[in-house]
C-alpha cells in the first residue's frame, strides 16, 4: 500500500510539472509555427516576415521542399530588429534544469551578407517576463549564405525566477546593439529551432475567429470546411468623391498629383511590420491601397502637419475581405516621443465587434471619423493629442483591407447630389419581434451581423420597404448592413 501511494504521488508531481517533451519548430504546413499570422517583427523599420520553402540547398539544410522562415531586414533596423511569437501561439512550456535537453537550444540560419554581428535568441513568459536573452559569441554566424547550426547554452533560464509560463521564442536578426556595423540590408532564413522543455499547455486550436488563416482555412478565418466562406475582391473602387466642404488629400486621386497626395514628400508605406504585402490594384479605372496581413503600417506626410487649424474630420474608405478588426490613428509628432509604437495610450478609431464602429465585410464602406475623437480619447491620460503637428497615419489590425480617399475635411458629408444620397428608416428599434425598414430607393441587399461580426441573416427585398423578422434570434446587439443603388448605411439594431 505504501508503494502504491509512493507513485501516485510522483504521478501527480509529474502531470503537475508537466510532460517533458522535445519542441521542433520547422515550420512546417499544419503546425502552429508554420502560421505566419503567429509570428510579429520589430522594429523602426520592422523587418519583413515569411514561410517559405527553402532555396538555398547547401550546409546543413539540403532539403528543396522543406519551409523556412524568412526574415528580411533594412540596413537602418533597429540593433535588436528580429521577429517573436504572440504570446501562447505555440502553447506554454517550462525549462527543467535536470533535464540535459533542456540545457541547450539549437537553431539551423542561413544570413546573407551585410550583418555585423551575432544572431541572438530570447525566451520570454506570459507576462513579458525574461527568461534568458543570448546574443554573445554562441550566435556567430561562420559564413554567408551557407546553412549552418548554431547551439546556445540555455541552462540559466531554468534557474530564472521567471521560468514559468514560457511562450515566446525570439530572434534577433543580428544584435548589433553591443557592437558591429552593418554593411547592408540583411535576409535571415532560419529552420529547425529545437530545444526540450516540460510542456504545460498545447498552442490553441485553430478557429474561425482567431484573425489568423490556420487549420484548413484558405483565408484567414474564412475557406475550407469548417468556416464560412471568403469575401471576394472588389472588382470595383469606391468612387472618387471628397466632402461637401474643404478637404486636404493624405492619400487619394482627387489630389490630381502623381503621388495621389497633397503632401509633395508623401510616402505611402512609411513603416511596416509583420510581413505584410502592398500593393496598389487599378478596380476599374480606381487605383487603391491593398493592405494584406496588417500588423501594423503607415504613409509619412513628410512634414508636420496642423489639422485641427483647419478641419474638423478625417475620412476613408474601405474594403475588408478578411478582417476582423483594424485600426486608425494619426500620430502627432509631440505626442508620440512618450506615447507611440504600441502604447496602450495611443489614440484609435477601432473598427470590429464592440468598438467604435462595428466592421463591414465585402463592400465599401465611407468614414468620417471627427478630429476630436483622437483629442479626447480615454485611454489617453499621459499626454495631447492636439493634431496641429501631424506626420504620419498609423493602421494595426488583421487580415486585408482595401483603402482609398483618406483625406482632412471641414464637413462629414460627401460632395454628391443630395437626391442620391441613400436614406434609410428601421423602426421599431429596439424591437422583440421585428424591425421594419424604409427607405427612399430600391433595398438591395439587408445583411444583419451579430455583436462578434459573424453573418446571422442575408435578405435581398428589391423593395423600398421590408422586414427583418428577429423573432429567432438571441436577445442582444446587432447592425444592419443596408444596401441600395443610392448608397449603404450600417445602423446598429437592439432586439429585446
Not at 519551409?67 to 535588436?80: E, F, H, I, K, N
Not at 493624405?250 to 512609411?270: M, V
Request: glycine share 12%; aromatic share 10%.
Amino acid at each position: 500500500m505504501k508503494k502504491i501511494t509512493f507513485l501516485s504521488i510522483l504521478l501527480i508531481t509529474f502531470l503537475g510539472y508537466g510532460q517533458q517533451q522535445i519542441y521542433n519548430l520547422g515550420f512546417e504546413p499544419g503546425s502552429a509555427d508554420a502560421t505566419a499570422g503567429n509570428w510579429t517583427t520589430f522594429e523602426n523599420p520592422s523587418p519583413g516576415l515569411s514561410i517559405v520553402t527553402n532555396s538555398i540547398l547547401n550546409g546543413t539544410n539540403t532539403s528543396g521542399t522543406t519551409q523556412v522562415l524568412r526574415l528580411t531586414m533594412a540596413q537602418g533596423s533597429a540593433c535588436y530588429a528580429g521577429a517573436i511569437n504572440f504570446h501562447g501561439a505555440l502553447g506554454t512550456w517550462e525549462l527543467d534544469g535536470a533535464v540535459t535537453s533542456n540545457l541547450t537550444l539549437s537553431m539551423d540560419v542561413n544570413r546573407s551578407a551585410g550583418s555585423g554581428a551575432n544572431v541572438g535568441i530570447k525566451f520570454a513568459n506570459a507576462t513579458d517576463g525574461t527568461i534568458f536573452q543570448i546574443t554573445g559569441s554562441e550566435g556567430a554566424v561562420s559564413a554567408d549564405g551557407v546553412w549552418e547550426t548554431l547551439t546556445w547554452d540555455i541552462s540559466a533560464g531554468a534557474a530564472s525566477g521567471d521560468n514559468v509560463n514560457i511562450d515566446q521564442m525570439v530572434v534577433f536578426i543580428d544584435f548589433t546593439c553591443d557592437g558591429g556595423t552593418r554593411t547592408g540590408d540583411v535576409e535571415l532564413l532560419v529552420d529547425n529551432i529545437s530545444w526540450g522543455a516540460n510542456k504545460l499547455t498545447d498552442p490553441p486550436a485553430p478557429t474561425c475567429s482567431d484573425g489568423i488563416e490556420n487549420g484548413n482555412e484558405t483565408g484567414v478565418d474564412c475557406g475550407g470546411p469548417d468556416c464560412d466562406a471568403c469575401i471576394e475582391d472588389p472588382t470595383e473602387g469606391p468612387g472618387n468623391n471628397g466632402s461637401t466642404g474643404a478637404d486636404f488629400y493624405i492619400y487619394s486621386e482627387l489630389s490630381g498629383n502623381p503621388n495621389s497626395s497633397d503632401f509633395t514628400g508623401f510616402n505611402l508605406i512609411a513603416f511596416s511590420g509583420g510581413g505584410m504585402v502592398f500593393s496598389e490594384p487599378d478596380l476599374n479605372g480606381d487605383t487603391v491601397l491593398k493592405a494584406e496581413n496588417i500588423n501594423f503600417f503607415g504613409s509619412g506626410f513628410g512634414e508636420n502637419f496642423n489639422a485641427t487649424g483647419t478641419y474638423t474630420y478625417v475620412h476613408l474608405n474601405y474594403y475588408a475581405t478578411t478582417s476582423t478588426g483594424f485600426n486608425f490613428s494619426l500620430i502627432d509628432n509631440s505626442l508620440s516621443a512618450t506615447i507611440c509604437c504600441g502604447n496602450p495610450e495611443e489614440p484609435f478609431y477601432r473598427f470590429g465587434a464592440g468598438q467604435d464602429a462595428p466592421i463591414v465585410l465585402g463592400q465599401w464602406v465611407s468614414v468620417f471619423i471627427p478630429l476630436s475623437h483622437y483629442a479626447n480619447h480615454p485611454d489617453l491620460v499621459s499626454g495631447t493629442w492636439d493634431g496641429v503637428d501631424l506626420k504620419e497615419t498609423l493602421f494595426t489590425g488583421n487580415g486585408t483591407v482595401y483603402i482609398d480617399n483618406i483625406f482632412f475635411s471641414t464637413t462629414n458629408s460627401l460632395g454628391i447630389n443630395e437626391f442620391n444620397v441613400a436614406e434609410f428608416k428601421v423602426y421599431p428599434n429596439p424591437t422583440q419581434n421585428v424591425w421594419n425598414v424604409k427607405a427612399n430607393s430600391i433595398i438591395s441587399k439587408i445583411h444583419v451581423y451579430d455583436v462578434l461580426g459573424k453573418s446571422v441573416m442575408v435578405l435581398n427585398p428589391m423593395s423600398n420597404e421590408a422586414q427583418i423578422d428577429a423573432s429567432s434570434l438571441p436577445k442582444g446587439l446587432y447592425f444592419a448592413n443596408l444596401e441600395s443603388a443610392k448608397g449603404t448605411q450600417s445602423i446598429k439594431l437592439i432586439k429585446n
